[in-house]
């Protein structure tokens, strides 16, 4: 990810903070960024979304290699420790989702990618009949897990840390992850 297109998520996110996505007025918002192929508020959105990838990325050299659970389990937290930084400001995209919901379908290919990420990380191979079903698993694990972490005020996390344990002792009752 290059550096402009860093500082413009940090931009938005910083927005976000006090204001709507709503409120963006792109053209303005636009005018003194170096960044193309940003043409709608989606496209901002998507960019956060590559952020957060990006940090999550740079974060995963303090992982340690284990079971794919438990290393499943550390960079989903790892992603969440992410969107904590920028709480509210994802919170206002969330509510935003939630009164708008037809927006969420322009993003879900770049989900899918980062949780093809996300499993690629834990040394899940997402290939296959048996990797489409987990990618499906941890896409749906994660949204259910991202309503906790919306929930869950505490500085560490420990309601999300919590549901996301009990969500992948659940799943492995069903499935293996290696």
Same mark, same amino acid.
């Given at each position: 990810?290059?550096?402009?297109?860093?500082?413009?998520?940090?931009? =938005?996110? /910083?927005?976000?903070?006090?204001?709507?996505? @709503?409120?963006?007025?792109?053209?303005?918002?636009?005018?003194?960024?170096?960044?193309?192929?940003? !043409? +709608? $508020?989606?496209?901002?959105?998507?960019?956060?979304?590559?952020?957060?990838?990006?940090?999550?990325?740079?974060?995963?050299? !303090?992982?340690? $290699?284990?079971?794919?659970?438990?290393?499943?389990?550390?960079?989903?937290?790892?992603?969440?420790?992410?969107?904590?930084?920028?709480r509210t400001s994802?919170?206002?995209?969330?509510?935003?989702? *939630?009164?708008?919901? /037809?927006?969420?379908?322009?993003? #879900?290919?770049? &989900?899918?990618?980062?949780?093809?990420? #996300?499993? @690629?990380?834990? +040394?899940? +191979?997402?290939?296959?009949?048996?990797?489409?079903?987990?990618? *499906?698993?941890?896409?749906?694990?994660?949204? #259910? =897990? &991202?309503? @906790?972490?919306? !929930?869950?005020? !505490?500085?560490?996390?420990? *309601?999300?840390?919590?549901?996301?344990d009990k969500y992948?002792?659940? #799943?492995?009752?069903?499935i293996k992850f290696?």
């Open positions: 990810m290059n550096q402009n297109k860093i500082s413009l998520a940090k931009k =938005t996110l /910083q927005y976000l903070e006090k204001k709507k996505i @709503t409120d963006i007025n792109l053209k303005n918002f636009l005018s003194k960024t170096k960044v193309t192929g940003i !043409n +709608n $508020k989606i496209d901002l959105i998507l960019n956060i979304n590559d952020f957060f990838d990006f940090q999550l990325k740079k974060n995963l050299v !303090n992982i340690e $290699k284990s079971s794919q659970r438990d290393m499943l389990f550390e960079i989903m937290m790892a992603r969440y420790d992410i969107l904590n930084e920028y994802v919170k206002n995209i969330i509510i935003h989702f *939630k009164s708008s919901p /037809q927006g969420v379908l322009k993003l #879900i290919p770049k &989900l899918i990618e980062s949780k093809i990420l #996300i499993a @690629t990380f834990a +040394n899940i +191979n997402p290939s296959g009949i048996q990797g489409v079903i987990k990618i *499906k698993i941890i896409f749906a694990l994660y949204y #259910i =897990t &991202l309503f @906790t972490w919306f !929930n869950d005020e !505490n500085e560490s996390l420990e *309601k999300t840390m919590s549901a996301l992948l002792n659940n #799943i492995e009752k069903v290696s």
